[in-house]
């Protein structure tokens, strides 16, 4: 008999709820599987019903536990935005340094990982390129850790990789980014979750108050149909979008590997795109 055990066994002898610590996650994956199986087949059925398609994310999807915590629950309320702007952050474009879309160079030394290549087109509903625009991205690194004091897991930090990088979108709309192909990490949504490989995007428009997140998927990733966040949107073609696309032809000759992904920031096709909070 383990001591996990013993204890279990003397709390509900003397009729005591056993206390939860932070890592003690009830649900398994197959109970989440299970969930997120009942909801898309519901939506599925509303669907081919004549009901409406969704695009984007259910604010309260009950498989992402903190889901709850992460979207208003009272009626919003309208504030003055240029009032918002004087507390705000202010950039310029010669605050974007050229280099800053290369992950990989911004230490003394190289990074460990997988390098890519990440580049795509911001565009609007009717294909029209969204130019000038702060680009922002920020991900694990390739053993799956954050440089952040939350992110305690055992898995190394790379002292030659911070994961966060920045640019502007040119003319044409476009972006470019070098950086290490992140490696999936575990979440305490429930009992061994595991998030899929993404990048994190932050684009924003003419000020600070004007924001989208999102994620960026890499193609097959086998955590896909685990992941709660990802099943969030019960669209299939919605999730899609999210998944970049490998493209030989960005790939450099024993160099690096590479990655197409627009993002459409408005219209039925746009990319879902997330609250602040979410991981």
Not at 245 to 262: A, I, K, P, T, V
């Amino acid at each position: 008999m383990s001591a996990e055990t013993t204890r279990q066994d003397a709390v509900q002898a003397q009729g005591q709820p056993e206390t939860q610590g932070p890592d003690d996650a009830a649900a398994t994956q197959r109970q989440m599987t299970t969930e997120i199986e009942g909801i898309h087949g519901e939506y599925t059925g509303q669907r081919d019903s004549g009901g409406r398609e969704e695009s984007q994310p259910r604010l309260d999807f009950p498989p992402y536990r903190s889901s709850i915590l992460r979207h208003p629950t009272k009626d919003l309320f309208h504030t003055d935005p240029e009032t918002i702007e004087t507390f705000s952050p202010a950039f310029g474009h010669r605050d974007v340094g050229e280099l800053e879309s290369d992950l990989t160079i911004q230490a003394n030394g190289e990074p460990i990982g997988e390098r890519i290549r990440v580049r795509g087109r911001v565009v609007d509903g009717d294909g029209r390129p969204v130019a000038g625009q702060l680009v922002e991205v920020w991900q694990a690194n390739a053993a799956g850790r954050y440089i952040h004091k939350r992110d305690q897991h055992p898995a190394p930090i790379d002292p030659n990789f911070t994961g966060v990088g920045r640019t502007l979108t040119g003319p044409d709309g476009s972006y470019d980014f070098i950086t290490i192909k992140p490696a999936p990490y575990p979440w305490k949504n429930h009992r061994n979750a595991w998030r899929p490989a993404h990048i994190h995007f932050s684009l924003f428009g003419t000020d600070f108050t004007q924001r989208m997140i999102t994620q960026m998927y890499f193609p097959s990733d086998p955590l896909f149909a685990l992941d709660p966040i990802y099943q969030s949107i019960t669209d299939q073609k919605a999730r899609d979008r999210l998944v970049a696309q490998y493209d030989h032809d960005e790939s450099e000759h024993e160099f690096l590997l590479g990655y197409r992904w627009d993002i459409v920031v408005s219209g039925s096709a746009r990319t879902w795109t997330e609250d602040e909070g979410d991981e």
